[in-house]
């Protein structure tokens, strides 16, 4: 038998002494030992009693009730019981997880692993390890895939480089090296990377060699994580050029950005004039905002008049973050030649921000215009773009704050808001107001207090950020803490989490006290298992919106909770009129905020239901959340694989009909209709 065994090094938190751990590769020749026959079946159904029982369990975190179910005779219910730990605190069970790793069915394995790595806990490391070693003589791969991993997600900067230095894994070993690419992946979501990591990711992007699913991740670490590239930038170069695939092509994009070569920018340019895939031409623009902007002026510019609107709204985007004042005015052109109103209002945003302050008739004129395309529009999104490119100019805070507090509209409200906090994080607040800057934090001071008088949602959570600004030290300003309490105290329950824990970090910063730890919601909200019932084993939800119709298939097996959810809310009639309140060019739309202001929720709020399962492709239907267990009504549908949601917001549903009708819709677009597909039962 052939293995290669490399050493890992000490393990720091366990005091274990000089801990020796084993990856280990198996290849052809070995016999795997005698096994008994043993049922591997595993059977989802979400009419099943115990599957029922135990997703009970999971939603009411009963920990120790979940631990018998790890040693049930049915492989599905331990399967089932290890899912369920994955979306909690699982670190009381990590002994338990670490025998389920010599389960004999390989599915079984691999959700144990998943739910070691959910812990973020070193102390599944030495388990998790032992488990790939001894998983190596069952000859299987979504275990030993499972394992590597969450070794990414609990594992130490040893570790990571012990991981990364394996090059034996062989072109046709796909679940091995998805599994290092994903381990080294997550590895770097924790801010832990190593230039052998580095280095072998750029390794794993060669079309020539690797699988499409494992050059994705390994696009997608370059792509995201502050490491060196300016190396690999002729590697880099040619991959990009030479791969043909959507999905990996973006992420090159990027991280070709980052290397800040001019072979780079050229190679970046030329590619933009050829393709045609709009998410590929959006990163693009991203990247180029890692070069002399006189570079990518022209290509910018051109960009603003691409038929495909995110594109057109992502060169505005780099416009606001790059463009030199001395171009300023002509954005402002731009902007009035009759340019669609959505790329319109950021042109008008970018001019205003950029602007030189010595052009002052320029400036009232922009700010003029703003104010009376406000006062002249009825949509409210168009209103709260119009009130941020007012917020470009910090004297404009008292008309911020006045429309803030007139307003029946909480998306104006809240964008209001969103303007007098950019105001805060003005660069050079000091030297903008000059002798009138201490008036004028008072101001602010005051202004962020009233508003979260108001207990609107989006009004406190926004303002009680802008009182820990870290441009601005509100605390001489503010001798109402004790007013702040009682309205902390006042704010609903789960409706408002997210405004709470906003508000309560803010009095404790401004009492000088240490950070407190998020509100934990607790259970309040059944899953209605007659409904999921009643609609079947996969539903279909079809949405009709502004631009179209898509169709969802819903996973009740996977995420019964954020299923029966989704359909309640659809039965409802609750998302009819709900518009797409968030759209990020080639990220996600996002949906279903009960005041369209992307703040606040229903009544109630459902749990977190992590799984393996990847958002890994577009069309991912996704639970928003503001942390763990606090889900409740918005969700959202991604344009591209986005691998860092992975394991941190429930997957429950796919596109299957009408993708095209995602990638066109815009912020501000409106679902009209929400219709229900029921399919049998199994």
Not at 623 to 635: C, I, K
Request: overall charge negative; glycine content about 6%; some cysteine.
């Amino acid at each position: 038998m052939a293995i290669q065994i490399l050493a890992m090094k000490r393990n720091k938190l366990f005091g274990y002494g000089l801990f020796l751990l084993s990856f280990v590769t198996l290849y052809t020749g070995c016999i795997p030992p005698q096994e008994l026959e043993v049922i591997t079946t595993i059977d989802l159904d979400v009419n099943d009693s115990l599957f029922q029982v135990i997703s009970n369990l999971q939603d009411r975190r009963a920990l120790e009730a979940l631990l018998p179910f790890l040693q049930h005779q049915q492989p599905t219910y331990r399967y089932l019981a290890a899912r369920a730990l994955g979306s909690m605190d699982a670190t009381p069970a990590i002994d338990s997880l670490r025998l389920l790793l010599r389960d004999p069915v390989d599915e079984v394995r691999a959700m144990a692993a998943f739910a070691l790595g959910q812990t973020a806990n070193e102390a599944a490391l030495p388990a998790l390890i032992s488990g790939f070693v001894q998983d190596t003589a069952r000859r299987y791969g979504y275990s030993q895939r499972a394992v590597l991993e969450a070794v990414g997600k609990c594992g130490d900067q040893p570790t990571l480089e012990q991981l990364s230095s394996v090059t034996t894994y062989r072109a046709t070993d796909t679940l091995l090296l998805e599994g290092q690419a994903l381990g080294i992946y997550r590895f770097g979501l924790r801010k832990i990377t190593a230039p052998v990591g580095t280095r072998r990711m750029v390794d794993l992007t060669d079309r020539t060699l690797y699988p499409a699913s494992v050059r994705l991740v390994a696009a997608n670490y370059l792509a995201r994580f502050q490491v060196p590239l300016d190396t690999f930038t002729t590697t880099l170069v040619n991959t990009f050029e030479t791969t043909t695939e959507a999905n990996v092509r973006m992420a090159l994009a990027i991280a070709l950005g980052k290397t800040q070569r001019e072979l780079a920018l050229s190679s970046l340019m030329g590619q933009y004039a050829r393709e045609r895939d709009y998410r590929v031409k959006c990163n693009i623009i991203r990247a180029l905002s890692n070069f002399p902007y006189e570079n990518c002026r022209n290509l910018v510019t051109e960009a603003l008049r691409d038929p495909n609107e995110h594109v057109a709204r992502r060169a505005v985007e780099y416009l606001l973050e790059n463009s030199d004042p001395q171009d300023a005015a002509q954005w402002w052109r731009f902007a009035k030649e009759g340019m669609p109103t959505p790329i319109e209002l950021p042109l008008y945003r970018a001019a205003n921000r950029h602007l030189p302050a010595f052009r002052v008739e320029t400036r009232d004129a922009i700010n003029a215009e703003l104010r009376l395309l406000y006062a002249g529009s009825t949509d409210e999104f168009d209103q709260a773009q119009a009130l941020l490119g007012l917020a470009e100019f910090p004297w404009n805070y008292r008309f911020l704050f006045r429309e803030a507090t007139t307003t029946t509209s909480p998306v104006v409200q809240t964008a209001a808001t969103e303007g007098l906090l950019q105001i805060t994080n003005y660069g050079n607040f000091d030297s903008f107001f000059g002798l009138s800057s201490r008036r004028v934090k008072r101001d602010l001071a005051s202004y962020f207090v009233q508003l979260i008088q108001t207990k609107a949602p989006g009004a406190v959570a926004l303002s009680a950020q802008a009182l820990r600004s870290e441009s601005i030290d509100f605390k001489p300003f503010v001798d109402s803490v004790g007013l702040l309490q009682t309205v902390l105290d006042a704010l609903p329950l789960p409706e408002q989490i997210e405004s709470y824990n906003e508000l309560s970090s803010t009095i404790s910063y401004l009492k000088g006290a240490a950070e407190p730890a998020p509100k934990v919601l607790a259970f309040n909200h059944p899953i209605d298992w007659s409904l999921l019932g009643r609609y079947g084993s996969q539903p279909q939800l079809q949405l009709t919106t502004d631009q179209g119709t898509v169709t969802l298939v819903l996973w009740p097996q996977t995420a019964p909770g954020s299923v029966a959810n989704l359909l309640q809310l659809a039965q409802e009639g609750f998302l009819k009129g709900k518009a797409f309140h968030r759209v990020v060019p080639n990220f996600v739309v996002q949906g279903g905020s009960p005041s369209n202001d992307a703040y606040g929720s229903m009544d109630y709020s459902i749990r977190s239901e992590w799984s393996p399962i990847s958002y890994d492709r577009a069309g991912r239907l996704g639970m928003a959340s503001a942390g763990r267990d606090t889900e409740g009504t918005q969700f959202f549908i991604t344009h591209s694989p986005t691998l860092h949601l992975d394991g941190r917001y429930t997957v429950f549903g796919q596109v299957v009909e009408g993708m095209e009708t995602i990638h066109a819709i815009q912020e501000g677009d409106v679902i009209t209709d929400a219709v229900i597909v029921p399919t049998a039962n199994k």
